[in-house]
C-alpha cells in the first residue's frame, strides 16, 4: 500500500480514528506522518504503561482517597510517588497498597486478577482442569475445619479422596 499524501514510499503508519461514530483510516509513510505531525513509538516502556495506567485511574470513593494519602511505614513510599515513578519501594507497598493495585492489576487485565498462563505441552485441559478443582477442594476443606464445621469437612475429604 503507498502513502496516501506522497504516493511514492510505502504506507508504514496506519491511523484510524472514529470522529462522532464515523470511522477514518490515514495510510502514510514514515516521512509524512511526521510532517503531519504525528508521533510515532515503536516501543512502550514498562513505567510509561504503568504511568499512563496510574494516570487514568481516578479514586472516587472515600477509601480510595484514604489509600491515596497513606504511606508505607518501611520505606515512607506513598501513591503519589508510585505515580511518579511506578516503581514501588519495598514489598511491604504490596500489603499497603493492595486494594489500589487490584484496581490497577484489574483494569489492565480487562477484569481479570488471576493470571491462569498457559498449558504445558503434554498435559491436557483435563488434567489442569481436575488439578484445579482438587486445590479449590483443599482450601474448603481448609475453610471448614477451621470453621469446625465436621461433617462438610469429612464430605470434602471423601471428594479428595475419590478424585485421587
Known amino acids: 500500500m503507498q502513502c496516501e499524501l506522497c504516493k511514492v514510499k510505502a504506507a508504514t503508519v496506519h ?13 502514510l509513510c514514515q516521512a509524512c506522518a511526521q510532517k503531519e505531525g504525528i ?10 504503561l504503568l504511568s499512563s495506567l496510574i494516570a487514568a485511574h481516578e479514586q472516587t470513593d472515600e477509601q480510595g482517597a484514604a489509600e491515596a494519602e497513606k504511606s508505607c511505614p518501611v520505606c515512607g513510599m506513598t501513591m503519589d510517588m508510585f505515580r511518579k515513578q511506578a516503581v514501588l519501594g519495598c514489598p511491604n507497598d504490596y500489603e499497603v497498597f493492595g486494594k489500589t493495585l487490584e484496581q490497577l492489576i484489574e483494569k489492565a487485565h480487562d477484569g481479570n486478577l488471576m493470571h491462569k498462563g498457559k498449558i504445558p505441552a503434554g498435559v491436557s485441559q483435563e488434567e489442569v482442569s481436575n488439578t484445579n478443582k482438587k486445590e479449590e477442594l483443599k482450601k474448603q476443606l481448609d475453610r471448614a475445619v477451621a470453621a469446625e464445621d465436621y461433617e462438610l469437612a469429612a464430605k470434602l475429604r471423601d471428594q479428595l479422596k475419590t478424585m485421587q
Open 15 to 27: 491511523l484510524t480514528e472514529i470522529i462522532d461514530g464515523r470511522r477514518t483510516e490515514s495510510h
Open 39 to 48: 508521533s510515532i513509538k515503536s516501543q512502550l516502556s514498562l513505567n510509561e
